[in-house]
């Protein structure tokens, strides 16, 4: 073929037709991991890139906290959150919540609630949101205030309903209201006595002023002091009701109240005997360990057999082994902040009300009874 017919680009090379080097296969270049000795972040300096300062920063607060330094572990959080981006999302609930545990164990219980309402109110899945109830529980327990436990606990509950640890934990928050309860009864009671006796001295002189000696009944009519020696007689013997009526009251709502933690412990040990065919070793053995607690512990209410049976019934209408396994296999909810506060109770009553009201149809008669006595003693001691 002549020259002038070769198409441009077509010539071969004479490299494609040269024999390659033979390669020869070598041993892979042997693989060193990265060795960090103990708090190697405290030999590093703060100088580099600002992701791994804060990095180094957030590890020096994890151990000032695992060492109980909590004003230093604080230190170092805070002066993290002033320098963290607005989309690194991830380590700004972590500092927050360090911040908010470090202020409850310097007693600052006040700020460190602040801080776990804001996270609640960003949760945005139902994997933030429990964590932040675990984060409002632990403060709420320091600080000792127990309606505020309680309200958390059933926030855990309505979303985990078949987690035995948070039914066990409001349980004991239900039976630590005992003091609390006879404390407030015995306020009302004194601010009932001090009102009714006022009233029963200003019914038996009408007429005294402060500028008035006291009329004494041997130098009254003999028809008003006979009048008021009735009214004092009827005045006295509501006196003596009321102490005994706000008695019957304090029995009665604390029986009410040892019911609704007989009622959790009962759904506690039933969750623990649907889940211990599937666990062993030393996991079955604290189940049956707990079962045992929580037996013992429903001995100390003295209820009847057909009450316990009765409750039984009715805190485990829902226990199933599907639902049971749908709640561990539950997917994380992606479902933004307005979602996640529909699935949470949104009252002490409401929770009340779905778990203990067909219990309190049957056991709390005295409710409305009470409710009713109350007015006629207060027209007795008029």
């Known amino acids: 073929m002549e020259a002038g017919y070769w198409v441009i680009g077509g ?10 080097p033979e390669r020869r296969p070598r041993p892979p270049a042997p693989y060193s991991a990265k060795r960090c000795e103990p708090q190697w972040f405290y030999e590093e300096t703060e100088i580099g890139e600002d992701a791994e300062v804060l990095t180094i920063k957030k590890f020096k607060g ?21 320098k ?5 999302f991830a380590m700004r609930r972590d500092v927050q919540e360090g911040q908010a545990r470090c202020l409850a164990h310097l007693g600052r219980h006040v700020e460190a609630l602040e801080i776990a309402t804001s996270l609640e109110n960003k949760a945005t899945n139902t994997d933030h949101l429990t964590t ?8 709420c327990s320091s600080l000792q205030n127990l309606e505020k436990t309680i309200f958390c606990l059933q926030k855990l509950i309505s979303l985990h309903p078949f987690n035995p640890w948070s039914w066990g934990k409001l349980a004991e928050a239900y039976l630590s209201l005992g003091p609390t309860l006879s404390a407030s009864f015995a306020s009302s009671q004194r601010q009932s006595s001090f009102t009714s006796h006022d009233k029963t001295i200003k019914s038996s002189f009408p007429h005294s002023r402060k500028d008035h000696l006291l009329c004494f009944p041997e130098t009254l009519p003999e028809s008003l002091v006979f009048s008021m020696e009735a009214g004092s007689q009827q005045a006295e013997k509501a006196l003596t009701d009321i102490p005994n009526c706000i008695a019957e009251r304090r029995e009665a709502v604390w029986a009410e109240t040892q019911m609704k933690a007989c009622a959790c412990l009962i759904r506690a040990r039933l969750l623990l005997q649907l889940t211990q065919p599937q666990q062993t070793s030393f996991a079955l053995e604290k189940n049956l360990k707990t079962q045992q607690e929580i037996k013992d512990k429903m001995k100390e209410f003295s209820f009847k057999e057909d009450t316990l049976l009765l409750v039984t019934e009715i805190m485990g209408e829902d ?5 049971i396994k749908d709640e561990v ?9 307005a979602a996640l506060t529909a699935l949470v109770t949104a009252s002490l009553k409401e929770f009340e009300d779905k ?12 409710e409305n009874q009470f409710h009713t006595e109350i007015p006629m003693l207060a027209q007795k001691s008029a």
């Open 11 to 20: 010539e071969f090379e004479d490299s494609v037709f040269e024999e390659r």
């Open 62 to 82: 994890d151990l000032a906290y695992r060492r109980r330094d909590y004003q230093k572990a604080l230190q170092e959080y805070s002066s993290i959150s002033e």
């Open 84 to 88: 963290l981006s607005s989309s690194n």
């Open 132 to 139: 932040v109830l675990y984060l409002q529980f632990a403060i």
């Open 319 to 323: 226990i199933i082994p599907e639902n």
């Open 329 to 337: 296999h539950l997917e994380v909810k992606c479902i933004g902040p």
């Open 355 to 366: 778990w203990f009201g067909k219990i309190k149809d049957h056991f709390c008669p005295f």
